[in-house]
């Protein structure tokens, strides 16, 4: 009988053996997943000045902290209420399997458990919750395989960037950022213990929905490290009556959400994982400036739902973008009145007719061509045939009139479109045509409409393109990206770039003619009490859209509105009446908070200019210009 009953057990022990090794062969390199541990985390997005703008991730939300910035007092925490004996056992503690085995049978069901911080870090990235024996099995397994190959610090640090920790936040640094604020070197003990206290049942202790558990929970943690002699009594009373305040942030922080959708679109063919990837992107954002924008939009925006007392205009919208002339950094871009609304972004997706706001660019190409600001150009009437289509085209003037010979100047300043048409007419369809391709102008059509600006372009490449005149000559790239860090510290940064395309004499000659729009032109309602703007006003056939594109000596403003359907708006929205006064707005409340910008436009390399007889001289060296009739032209130079 003897010998029955030990062949059974030898048997059972070989079976048993067998069935262990089996096991332990099927799940060992499951353990890999920790040891090369490489969790999916957040990516951060920051303005100019280091705040935060959004988090983006994919499912959880996780901020990575490396065992050596993890305080010894979270450590402490984390050790004393869930696994005190962590630094002396091997992955799993027998004498606590043992206990709660004992415990269990009692109760014939599974009642106390024994899982050791090792055996918890496998459940959470390995296994299911499920109460079963071979789950249990393949946990201690597990647990002592990455014991044996990890320390004790790098167990401690996966389980504190891995375990949920309620709210939607992943890993110990994420959840004291979200719920406290702050970094994990300035929490309180109070604070960490609520932590701490967290993955054991996250959402009962939430500290957000339930927060007297929360803090009960936290006590107990307290209470521990008190007995076990690792705090004091004046640490462990103070820890007791401490209440903390907690934060009900939501997981995106999202504050500028236009800005964020184009980094992703600007970055996603790049980044494959760039909502896991933990990469900090740095932008030229300004958030206060982000926020004034957003604030001016939507100003100009109720000026016009205001004045449209039939509220006809049901899908009115707009955009505005603002830049820094010299760099092309783009300091804040708003795609739309209410992003709640209506996610499309109307500064990038939307391709809209930039009007009379084209003309600077036709005119540059006029004072290319040897005409000056005084030259006469012909504004009147004529009706244009296309015989292959059997049409004709009428154009006018806004004001129904015409002048006959007006100076270039004023044909800007008042934004005539017969004596635009007239130039470009003078000047050659096709080299007006070459000539705005040369600029970077897409869509142009090869007809005269060329002279209103009867083709689509966004806010956002028009605002690069105006930094021809408000950079002198040097047209500049809008740049939302300036820097990016990805989770080994590796750094990527963008810069500026540009290509000068005109001398800034010639560029300032119509800085010169925009600044005088402003002043006395269609531009009046963006002049802005001490300091130099210039710009001009857009609007298309039929009051569609409506643009102004304006700029200090430092920055540069392009504001649009119209209706989202392409409708018309109101009968004498236009670019003067309903886009400069944001503008304005802008710029008025841009001024107080930095006083210290620049004021008035440089006049290049110091020089002065006059023009005499239709042209332009410049000369150097005098403090101010001479009187008309001390000077004589001679070899085509001025003499006085």
């Given at each position: 009988m003897f010998k029955y009953i030990l062949s059974f057990l030898m048997i059972l022990i070989i079976g048993v053996g067998v069935f262990l090794i089996k096991t332990y062969s099927d799940i060992r390199f499951e353990a890999y997943k920790i040891i090369d541990y490489n969790?999916?985390?957040?990516?951060?997005?920051?303005?100019?000045?280091?705040?935060?703008?959004?988090?983006?991730?994919?499912?959880?939300?996780?901020?990575?902290?490396?065992?050596?910035d993890i305080p010894p007092r979270v450590v402490e925490s984390l050790i004393a209420i869930e696994d005190t004996q962590f630094f002396e056992h091997s992955g799993i503690n027998l004498e606590a399997i043992l206990r709660a085995a004992i415990t269990d049978i009692r109760a014939m069901k599974f009642v106390e458990g024994a899982s050791t911080l090792t055996q918890q870090l496998v459940k959470n990235v390995l296994l299911t919750r499920n109460k079963t024996i071979m789950r249990k099995i393949k946990e201690a397994m597990l647990a002592i395989e990455i014991n044996s190959v990890l320390t004790k610090e790098q167990i401690i640090e996966r389980y504190l960037n891995q375990v949920y920790f309620g709210h939607g936040y992943y890993g110990i640094k994420t959840a004291a950022d979200g719920y406290f604020h702050k970094k994990l070197k300035d929490l309180s003990l109070?604070?960490?213990?609520i932590l701490v206290g967290l993955p054991r049942a996250p959402s009962a202790y939430n500290p957000v929905t339930h927060r007297e558990l929360s803090f009960a929970r936290a006590n107990m943690v307290i209470n521990r490290l008190y007995r076990l002699g690792w705090i004091n009594d004046a640490e462990y009373k103070k820890a007791l009556s401490e209440k903390p305040i907690v934060y009900n942030d939501t997981?995106?922080?999202?504050?500028?959400?236009?800005?964020?959708?184009?980094?992703?679109?600007?970055?996603?063919?790049?980044?494959?994982?760039?909502?896991?990837?933990?990469?900090?992107i740095y932008l030229s954002i300004d958030l206060n400036l982000q926020n004034l924008a957003k604030t001016a939009l939507r100003y100009g925006y109720d000026r016009i739902k205001k004045r449209d007392q039939l509220n006809?205009?049901?899908?009115?919208?707009?955009?505005?973008?603002?830049?820094?002339?010299?760099?092309?950094?783009?300091?804040a871009?708003?795609?739309?009145?209410?992003?709640?609304?209506?996610?499309?972004?109307?500064?990038?997706q939307s391709e809209r007719q930039p009007g009379s706001s084209i003309k600077p660019f036709i005119y540059q190409l006029a004072l290319n061509s040897g005409y000056s600001e005084a030259s006469k150009i012909a504004d009147i009437s004529r009706i244009y045939t296309d015989k292959i289509k059997d049409k004709s085209?009428?154009?006018?003037?806004?004001?129904?009139?015409?002048?006959?010979?007006?100076?270039?100047?004023?044909?800007?300043?008042?934004?005539r479109n017969l004596a635009t048409i007239n130039l470009v007419n003078d000047l050659g369809l096709e080299n007006v045509y070459k000539g705005l391709k040369t600029f970077g102008f897409k869509k142009v059509p090869?007809?005269?409409?060329?002279?209103?600006?009867?083709?689509?372009?966004?806010?956002y490449e028009f605002a690069?393109?105006?930094t021809l005149f408000s950079n002198y000559g040097k047209m500049m790239k809008p740049l939302l990206i300036t820097k990016i860090i990805d989770r080994y510290n590796n750094e990527i940064d963008y810069m500026p770039s540009g290509k000068k395309m005109e001398q800034p004499k010639q560029a300032y000659l119509m800085i010169d003619m925009l600044r005088k729009v402003v002043l006395r032109g269609t531009g009046r309602q963006a002049r802005v009490k001490g300091i130099e703007t210039a710009g001009k006003t857009g609007t298309s056939n039929n009051f569609v859209d409506a643009w102004f594109c304006g700029f200090t000596p430092d920055i540069e403003v392009i504001t649009w509105y119209g209706n989202d359907d392409n409708s018309p708006m109101k009968r004498g929205e236009t670019g003067g009446r309903v886009a400069a006064p944001a503008f304005k707005y802008f710029v008025k409340n841009y001024l107080a908070m930095h006083p210290e910008t620049k004021r008035k436009f440089n006049i290049p390399n110091g020089d002065k200019k006059i023009i005499k007889d239709g042209k332009i001289y410049y000369f150097t060296n005098i403090s101010k210009p001479p009187k008309m009739n001390d000077i004589s032209i001679e070899n085509n130079k001025l003499i006085f």
């Open positions: 969790p999916p985390l957040t990516t951060r997005i920051f303005d100019r000045n280091g705040r935060l703008i959004a988090n983006i991730f994919d499912k959880q939300d996780r901020l990575y902290v490396p065992f050596k109070k604070e960490i213990a997981l995106s922080q999202n504050k500028a959400p236009y800005v964020v959708d184009e980094v992703i679109r600007q970055l996603k063919g790049k980044y494959k994982n760039l909502k896991t990837g933990g990469y900090k006809k205009n049901t899908t009115l919208n707009g955009a505005m973008v603002v830049m820094n002339n010299h760099s092309g950094k783009v300091l871009m708003v795609g739309g009145v209410n992003y709640a609304k209506s996610k499309f972004d109307r500064a990038i085209w009428a154009p006018e003037n806004y004001e129904d009139n015409f002048e006959g010979l007006i100076s270039l100047e004023n044909a800007l300043i008042h934004s090869y007809n005269l409409t060329i002279a209103l600006g009867s083709f689509g372009i966004s806010p690069g393109k105006y």
